[in-house]
């Protein structure tokens, strides 16, 4: 069954609940950023949540809605690379509940650690996202617990209250660069446009070693791609979701792949710029812009630091190079 966009007044609902918790996260025009693209930049700054990304929004909604329907179960599971595991740690705690969350082996220490300091059961398994995340789903199945999955629709509502900010508090915007991982940050900007009526244009943004996304719209399909980034963990995705492809299509302008070199190279603009860290899905909207920046002059341009938790040991190597 197609997912529903969420409406205005869903939104400003939404909104309500997350602000229990934290308030509206910054947008700032930086002018040295705007000075590279040669054209008014504007970033959203959602490396400025508790949690240091905007996966935190979807998990309270998520576990809000839970509530409301008398549906709170006695445990959660679900699979993440970091910041989708901290949202759920994050909510599971505010509500009571226990949180299993499955990494892939080698994931990020310093996610690792994050999710555990919020109570969250860690469990390492499988070699990428997709096998943990396969290893989640027949735990939960196992123990009768409920499976959170990285793509729903109430997730995507309250990803969409920064959206939702965002457009309001800079209304000039002409073209967003969104990044996408499994595909609700992309999905929930395309909600907030729709649901204010805004006319920016919305450029999705992939890692060129992991196109699961990029190949699946262009086949109007789930078409799988091996994952090879060393950067951008946070998209890092294989399989491509069908109920996201489905939102995605009819809406977005086109895709950008972006290399490791060039979030690496993002990173180190954006630290030197704004003196604000960002890992490398977080550095990958504006990875985008500054590699069309030819195509934006007199336009403005919005990009979202979308998360700020990238090791210190890689930070520093980045920073190094």
Not at 286 to 296: D, G, L, N, T, V
Request: overall charge negative; hydrophobic content about 45%; charged content about 15%.
């Amino acid at each position: 069954m197609p997912i529903q966009l969420p409406s205005l007044q869903d939104i400003e609902a939404a909104a309500q609940v997350v602000y229990r918790e934290f308030q509206a996260t910054p947008q700032y025009r930086w002018a040295t950023l705007s000075q590279r693209l040669g054209t008014d930049c504007w970033v959203k700054h959602e490396n400025h949540t508790p949690v240091g990304a905007f996966k935190i929004r979807g998990g309270l909604t998520y576990f809000e809605q839970l509530r409301q329907r008398g549906e709170l179960p006695g445990e959660v599971i679900s699979a993440t690379r970091g910041n989708h595991g901290q949202s759920m740690g994050w909510a599971a705690r505010l509500h009571g509940v226990a949180c299993s969350i499955v990494v892939p082996l080698g994931n990020s220490a310093e996610k690792n650690a994050a999710m555990r300091a919020l109570g969250v059961n860690l469990i390492e398994h499988g070699c990428d996202f997709q096998e943990a995340r396969e290893h989640a789903m027949r735990l939960a199945a196992g123990r009768g617990a409920h499976m959170v999955p990285s793509f729903h629709k109430d997730l995507l509502l309250g990803v969409s209250t920064y959206w939702w900010e965002f457009l309001r508090a800079v209304p000039q915007l002409d073209v967003v660069y969104v990044p996408i991982g499994q595909g609700s940050g992309a999905c929930s900007a395309i909600a907030a446009k729709l649901a204010l009526g805004h006319a920016v244009r919305i450029v999705g943004v992939v890692s060129a070693h992991a196109t699961t996304y990029a190949d699946s719209m262009a086949a109007g399909q789930v078409v799988e791609a091996a994952v090879s980034t060393q950067l951008a963990d946070g998209m890092a995705c294989r399989v491509a979701d069908q109920a996201a492809l489905d939102l995605l299509l009819p809406h977005l302008e086109r895709i950008v792949q972006v290399t490791d070199d060039e979030v690496a190279e993002a990173m180190r603009m954006l630290f030197a710029d704004t003196h604000n860290v960002a890992e490398g899905a977080g550095a990958a909207s504006f990875a985008a812009a500054w590699q069309e920046r030819s195509q934006h002059r007199g336009q403005v341009v919005g990009t979202t630091l979308c998360g700020g938790n990238v090791d210190s040991n890689t930070f520093a190597k980045v920073l190094g190079a």
